[in-house]
């Protein structure tokens, strides 16, 4: 894993439930990264989820039915919400001109923010924020607060990076409607 990320998920089917997330980070391919999700980015951190991370031209390929699952990157990079603490100003930006266009999909499998003791239930579909007024600042604050970045700041030496338009298909919540994961029992399918 060498890219660390921080950012904020919130549950695709409950804007209000931000959660801050660590990403550590590889590239698979050229095309797509994988990332594992901590709640923390010191020892004791908790494993929380995961995310893929894949360029424009492989989201548009993608069948109808998996684009809703996805959530743009174009908010998250350009805003100075996703930063890469320690990174030097200037190759961050590079980083986040090539991840301005990419899509995630993002589960979290523990729901550190009800309390939970342990990594209780299903995993949860998670998107990313498209604009502003939509993550409370106080959390930005106390993140740049600890992590010693400005996402202000972030913002403006990303002021370079064109948004990009948002692939038809990623970002279902914001129509209202989203997926997301529901326990049911089935009958074992035998051979």
């Known amino acids: 894993m060498d890219l660390y990320l921080n950012g904020f998920h919130f549950y695709a089917d409950e804007l209000g439930r931000a959660v801050e997330a660590h990403h550590y980070c590889t590239h698979l391919t050229e095309e797509m990264h994988q990332c594992v999700i901590f709640d923390g980015n010191e020892a004791g ?45 200037a190759v961050e930006t590079v980083a986040m001109r090539q991840l301005s266009t990419t899509y995630g999909k993002t589960w979290h499998t523990w729901q550190v923010d009800r309390g939970d003791a342990l990594p209780l239930g ?8 498209t604009a502003d007024g939509q ?30 338009q948002v692939a038809p ?23």
């Open 169 to 191: 298909g990623a970002n279902a919540w914001e129509g209202g409607q989203t997926p997301q994961l529901r326990l049911e029992q089935v009958p074992v399918r035998k051979p």
């Open 122 to 129: 299903i995993p949860q579909l998670m998107m990313g924020f």
């Open 45 to 89: 951190a908790r494993l929380i989820g995961i995310e893929y991370i894949i360029s424009e031209r492989l989201f548009r390929e993608l069948p109808e039915e998996e684009k809703p699952l996805w959530h743009s990157h174009h908010y998250e990079t350009t805003s100075g919400q996703l930063v890469m603490p320690g990174i030097p100003e």
């Open 135 to 164: 993550l409370d600042p106080a959390r930005t604050a106390e993140r740049d607060r600890r992590l010693g970045t400005d996402m202000a700041e972030k913002r403006r030496a990303r002021a370079e990076i064109p948004v990009p």
